[in-house]
């Protein structure tokens, strides 16, 4: 991957569009990611001798795309994951699901386990061990009735592994490519992309937010 999209950049931070099936970091398969990428970015912009920092605050799973932040210093780093644990970052997701919505808006509220054996998650009551809350809310753009399919924006409220995928499959309202917890689409691109992110400047104390939307092709197409 030789062409990244980067959407800002200053001393402090890199903002960044992952496509979708490339890494965050480095995985056991081995094959290239993100964090390699920009650092080699960074090395070539910069004529940087010897290893680049790069910090990794937060992650997209592997078939999601959409915007990421990347910190270039200690402190940068520091201070987005101290956001993180305060609840000041916050990621939005458009997500192509199955079928149509019952309410046009709404929050779903569950407890999530992950099995790490198979690296899948399950809802699951809250008494269970290990059980965590999962809560996002969703708001329907579109629907379309030809194909059946609603295009909706999601606000993660907690950041559960898999937990848009799993809350709306368990729903009935998998999403479109999904190839743990789905039915529809099978074979295409998983349908869920990181399309906002607002964060505090980690040094200039600024709110920002960008946005990546994802191409127009294949499921997206819902878009246009």
């Known amino acids: ?24 970091q480095e995985d056991k398969t081995k ?8 650092k080699k970015y960074l090395k070539e912009k ?17 078939p999601t795309g959409g915007v990421m932040v990347f910190a270039k210093t200690s402190k940068a780093a520091s201070r987005l994951s101290e956001q993180i644990r305060n609840k000041e ?10 079928g ?10 569950d407890y999530l ?25 969703y708001e329907v753009i579109k629907y379309n009735e030809e194909i059946n399919l609603s295009l909706v924006k999601v606000n993660l409220h907690t950041g559960r592994h898999h937990q848009i995928r799993v809350q709306f499959a368990f729903r009935n309202h998998s999403l479109c490519g999904d ?35 994802p191409q127009h092709i294949g499921s997206w197409k819902i878009l246009d």
């Open 46 to 62: 910069y004529s940087k001798p010897g290893e680049v920092y790069l910090g990794l605050v937060h992650r997209l799973d592997r």
């Open 1 to 24: 991957m030789n062409n990244l999209n980067v959407i800002y950049e200053d001393n402090h931070i890199i903002v960044v569009e992952k496509p979708a099936n490339i890494p965050s």
């Open 113 to 137: 386990v992950k099995n790490e054996r198979t690296n899948t998650s399950k809802i699951a009551s809250k008494e269970v061990k290990n059980a965590k809350e999962a809560i996002l809310d």
């Open 89 to 98: 970052f916050s990621k939005q997701y458009l997500a192509i699901v199955d």
């Open 100 to 109: 149509k919505m019952e309410e046009n808006s709404g929050c779903f509220k």
């Open 179 to 213: 190839q743990k917890y789905g039915t529809r689409g099978r074979g295409k691109g998983l349908a869920l992309w990181a399309y906002s992110l607002s964060i505090i400047h980690p040094i200039t104390k600024e709110r920002m937010e960008f946005k990546c939307e």
């Open 31 to 38: 094959d290239i990611d993100m964090l390699t990428i920009i």
